[in-house]
């Protein structure tokens, strides 16, 4: 249940900047349409990079957990540059951090499917692994969608309202309403690495004491 939930909570914040990413680029930078869809190429960039890492450090023994708690600690350091591109103006920022945004959701992805496929024990194993991937995948595709949606409605309605001047008139520009879902993604994965810590001590208590436990078993 907690990886499930840590998996709800990561897939919300990696995916509410799904259609907002652009918009944001063209809208508070100005960046061209041609630009604008360079920041998509570099997430994919950003999570076929993230993948191909994962899977060298889980073929290494790489705990899946603690893979995607670094996925969970890029995220949080992509927004915030994601964030502060548009007060300062830099599409550089904005760049690197659509690409670590992609490096991120990559090894969360990953981690988490991983972790997924390993809670099984010897009596039920098939069944208690296929339910585990069908949770993963209901919980991932469920909290994506919606946070998408939400994220939309929420950038547009913090947009009016700051643009009606209910916020003052320093966060009138159209950055705010961006700046609001950001923000709102960056709690979410902190709150996903709460989620996470446990399930990280919970597998070192277990590779102590012996126990199999997925890829666990192996050193880090």
Avoid: N
């Avoid at 997924?116 to 098939?126: C, G, N, R």
């Amino acid at each position: 249940m907690r990886l499930l939930v840590a998996v709800g909570l990561g897939a919300a914040a990696f995916q509410m900047q799904d259609v907002l990413l652009e918009p944001y680029g063209g809208q508070v930078l100005g960046l061209s349409v041609g630009a604008t869809t360079a920041l998509t190429a570099l997430w994919a960039v950003g999570m076929l990079s993230g993948f191909a890492y994962a899977a060298k450090r889980l073929g290494d023994g790489g705990e899946p957990h603690r893979l995607a708690g670094f996925g969970v600690v890029a995220g949080i350091g992509a927004f915030l540059l994601v964030l502060f591109a548009g007060p300062l103006h830099s599409v550089a920022l904005l760049e690197v951090g659509a690409t670590f945004i992609g490096l991120g959701g990559g090894l969360f992805s990953v981690g988490t499917l991983t972790a997924a496929m390993a809670i099984s024990d010897a009596e039920t194993l098939d069944g208690r692994t296929g339910l585990a991937l069908g949770a993963w995948g209901a919980v991932q595709a469920s909290c994506a969608g919606l946070a998408i949606a939400l994220g939309a409605f929420a950038r547009d309605l913090v947009a009016q309202a700051a643009a009606s001047g209910q916020f003052g008139t320093a966060l009138t520009g159209p950055s705010t309403g961006y700046a609001f879902v950001y923000s709102v993604e960056i709690v979410l994965l902190f709150a996903t690495l709460v989620a996470l810590g446990p399930l990280v001590r919970s597998d070192h208590t277990r590779r102590v004491a012996g126990t199999r436990f997925g890829l666990s078993e192996f050193p880090i």
